[in-house]
């Protein structure tokens, strides 16, 4: 970027934006996705199974940084009957 000679800079400033971790599944079968109102960088969702099913997998996942990359750490887990 340079100041040119009209006293206005040659390209528009660059915006920083807060990484987000790609939807997750707003259903589970049998049970429910409790998540935040955005997915930016440590968001965390918890999943929650209904009545007379058990979890089969992690309770919860954070959107976190891998390198240059955001992802979930936590697979989607399943609701299984008790």
Known sequence: MQCTSLGTWSHP????????????????LNGHVVAPPNLRLGAEVA????????????????CVS???RVLWNNKFPVCERE
């Open 13 to 28: 400033a660059p915006k920083c934006e807060a990484k987000s971790c790609d939807a997750i599944p707003n259903q589970l």
């Open 47 to 62: 999943f929650v199974c209904d009545k007379g099913y058990r979890l089969h997998g992690q309770s919860s996942s954070q």
């Open 66 to 68: 891998e390198g240059m």
